[in-house]
């Protein structure tokens, strides 16, 4: 089979570059609980991973529940703490995206504050400069291909020759659905005991790997 020779990389954030997933997940919880509403870390695993704040609102309206004014702002907050006191990179990122000779760029569900902010804290911003893409600047979030589309045409490049690296199901799901190259990546903390490979293999990845030295053995 002939090797894939992307000319564009679009990499997610959150449990892609930083190893997140657990600090958002559970700050989402933590902030649900003072809004009344239960939810456990595997449930917003399960339900919100790669999702967008604006899934979140939706899911819960779509129950009947509508979430405090402040909710969001809250959530903002409880997530930046978390970050700031444990957020790190995924090993090996640094090393891997210094050696990239193919273009890349960043797309995620997280706000643009977000992910700026998590990039300038592990030190990974200069790899991407401006080259970032949030779910605010779309109609639909992941699992909708838009913003990997979006991201794309801001690149530049067709989606057949895009490859996308992402952890979670929905993102999985939004890169097959933009007609892109999905690898999955199962070396964050939030797979600790769970079947990552059988989860994004089903979602529709084209390869799944767990560690971001094995990443150029894939091309």
């Not at 003072?34 to 870390?41: D, E």
């Not at 449930?43 to 819960?60: D, I, M, P, W």
């Not at 210094?98 to 990039?119: N, Q």
């Not at 990552?196 to 767990?210: C, N, Q, T």
């Amino acid at each position: 089979m002939r090797t894939f020779e992307p000319e564009l990389i679009i990499f997610d954030c959150d449990g892609v570059l930083v190893d997140s997933e657990l600090l958002s997940c559970q700050s989402l919880a933590d902030g649900l609980a003072v809004a009344g509403v239960a939810l456990s870390l595997d449930e917003a695993l399960k339900l919100f991973l790669g999702r967008s704040t604006k899934a979140v609102l939706e899911h819960y309206r779509s129950l009947g529940r509508e979430l405090p004014e402040s909710f969001l702002a809250d959530l903002k907050q409880r997530v930046r703490d978390s970050f700031s006191a444990s957020l790190q990179p995924i090993p090996g990122i640094a090393a891997l995206l210094s050696t990239l000779a193919v273009p890349c760029c960043v797309a995620s569900s997280s706000d643009l504050d977000r992910i700026k902010f998590s990039l300038q804290f592990t030190g990974l911003i200069d790899h991407f400069g401006d080259r970032l893409y949030s779910a605010e600047m779309v109609a639909r979030g992941k699992p909708a291909p838009d913003l990997f589309l979006y991201a794309a045409d801001r690149m530049g490049i067709p989606p057949a020759r895009t490859l996308v690296v992402e952890d979670s199901v929905s993102g999985v799901m939004a890169a097959k659905a933009a007609g892109m190259t999905a690898w999955g990546f199962t070396g964050g903390s939030h797979y600790h005991g769970r079947d990552g490979h059988g989860i994004l293999e089903a979602a529709g990845a084209d390869r799944v790997f767990d560690c971001m030295r094995d990443f150029s053995g894939n091309l």
